[in-house]
């Protein structure tokens, strides 16, 4: 298995549980807990938390749910604490957790950046600096934060705080892996594409938004959960021991042209 005795924790992993369209966070979780990796769970979502840790002990993987809002410093910490009380240690953390925006750059208030960037940046900046000194501890671990396509490049169809907010992941993503080089800590970026998940479900129920996003994706269409899941477990995994600072990008050749 590929992550066999691994810990790791996975922020935002528990939306779409119950509807049947995942978010990508849920989707690594039950990936990582098949290669067998101890899993913790952390979001905001409480009930569907719970629901996806229960699935995959049930399944007969490791698992547990931690309330976790990603901007709030002491959560982080009851986080981490929970995988080294009930697992040991920590090896991986996914920095998936995040929040699309609306508006126009002329049309975003001050609050609304301030919120975007509080969840998809300072939130990957907490949740990195809370796992230093237990992976340090552990003797290295690897760090994976998601930001999108749109951390690479602009669009004029997604928001200015969402498109800052990913592009500021790509190079805290950077900072991060050259400081904590020397205790074996890994740091990457993935950056996907548009994926079919809930935080997508809204758009791709309006057919000229579809047509606007598929026709910019080489590929022709949206990508699923697990296409992003499987280049994660590469980046959580030990196949990718020499790669820190870099960017994975799924993104159905969106930024190729
Ligand atoms: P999603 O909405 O399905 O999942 C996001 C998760 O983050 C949810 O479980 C949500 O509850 C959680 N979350 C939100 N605010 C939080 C907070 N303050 N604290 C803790 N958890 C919180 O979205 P997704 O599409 O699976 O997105 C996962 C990541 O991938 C996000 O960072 C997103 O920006 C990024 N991404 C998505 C796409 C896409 O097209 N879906 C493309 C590129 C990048």
Request: hydrophobic share 40%; net charge negative.
């Amino acid at each position: 298995m590929r992550l066999e005795r691994k810990v790791a924790i996975i922020s935002g992993g528990a939306r779409g549980v119950r509807s049947g369209v995942p978010g990508m966070g849920a989707v690594e979780a039950r990936m990582f807990a098949q290669e067998g990796a101890k899993v913790v769970i952390g979001d905001i979502l409480e009930d569907e938390g719970q629901d996806l840790a229960q699935q995959i002990r049930d399944a007969g993987g490791e698992a547990i749910f931690v309330l976790l809002d990603v901007t709030v410093e002491e959560q982080w910490e009851t986080a981490v604490a929970a995988a080294v009380e009930n697992f040991g240690t920590v090896n991986v953390l996914v920095n998936n957790a995040g929040v699309s925006g609306r508006g126009r750059v002329e049309e975003v208030s001050a609050e609304e950046w301030d919120r975007v960037m509080d969840i998809n940046a300072k939130g990957v900046f907490l949740g990195t600096r809370a796992v230093i000194p237990a992976m340090r501890q552990a003797g290295g671990g690897s760090i994976i934060n998601i930001s999108s396509q749109l951390g690479l490049v602009g669009t004029d169809n997604s928001s200015p705080q969402y498109q800052a907010s990913k592009g500021a992941v790509r190079l805290l993503t950077k900072a991060t892996a050259i400081q904590c080089a020397r205790d074996g800590i890994r740091c990457n970026s993935v950056h996907p594409g548009p994926i079919a998940t809930p935080m997508t479900e809204e758009g791709r129920g309006d057919e000229e938004r579809v047509r606007l996003l598929v026709s910019r994706t080489p590929l022709g269409r949206y990508g699923r959960p697990e296409e992003v899941a499987y280049g994660v477990l590469f980046l959580a995994s030990d196949e990718s021991s020499f790669m820190t600072g870099s960017e994975l990008v799924i993104d159905g050749g969106w930024t190729a042209q």
